[in-house]
């Protein structure tokens, strides 16, 4: 189940951040994200009451950026990112958006490999982006069209 993120969550967000990055986001950043920004979202992926997986992206105009995401090490490959991806392709359908992008780095294999089967495609290239260690980013994007699925999200209480 997909729900809003809340400053309860940034412990297993955190864990997981910290165990898939070698530069992660501190809890600071994440509290910026949870500021309430009309434009701004932050999501968690719940099992059994645990974070299993987050996103995080903001619109600009008729853009989606996603910032960050992540699905807990023992949870990969059971398509959670896909849904998490497809989830935030359909909010952003909903608030006018027409495409999504990102920056992935070049030796994430994994990650492009998930984007690609979500309908990104590799549109350029940042030389140096990343550091610790330094690396290229390849910047993706994705036309938001209304195949991105269904999903449910929790009700707030």
Same mark, same amino acid.
């Given at each position: 189940? !997909? ?6 969550? /940034? =412990? ?8 898939? *990055? ?5 809890? @600071?950043?994440? /509290?910026?994200?949870?500021? @309430?920004?009309? *434009?701004?979202? $932050? ?9 299993? $997986? ?16 992540? +699905? ?21 359908? !909903? ?15 994994? $990650? ?7 309908? *990104?495609?590799?549109? @350029? ?6 550091? $610790? ?7 993706? =994007? ?8 269904? +999903? ?6």
């Amino acid at each position: 189940m !997909i729900e809003k993120m809340s400053v309860s969550d /940034l =412990d297993e967000v955190l864990a997981i951040e910290t165990a898939l *990055f070698s530069n992660p986001w501190s809890r @600071g950043m994440f /509290l910026s994200e949870l500021s @309430g920004h009309a *434009f701004q979202w $932050a999501y968690v992926e719940k099992a059994a009451g645990q974070v299993i $997986a987050y996103i995080l992206f903001r619109q600009v105009l008729d853009e989606l950026c996603l910032m960050d995401m992540a +699905v807990h090490p023992a949870r990969r490959r059971q398509g959670i990112g896909e849904h998490l991806i497809r989830f935030a392709l359909r909010l952003g359908e !909903i608030q006018g958006a027409v495409k999504m992008t990102l920056e992935v780095r070049a030796s994430n294999l994994a $990650a492009q490999c998930l984007y690609r089967t979500c309908g *990104f495609q590799q549109v @350029g290239l940042r030389r140096n982006y990343y550091s $610790a260690p330094k690396e290229d980013a390849l910047l993706f =994007d994705c036309p938001i069209q209304s195949t991105s699925g269904a +999903v449910r999200i929790r009700p707030q209480p």
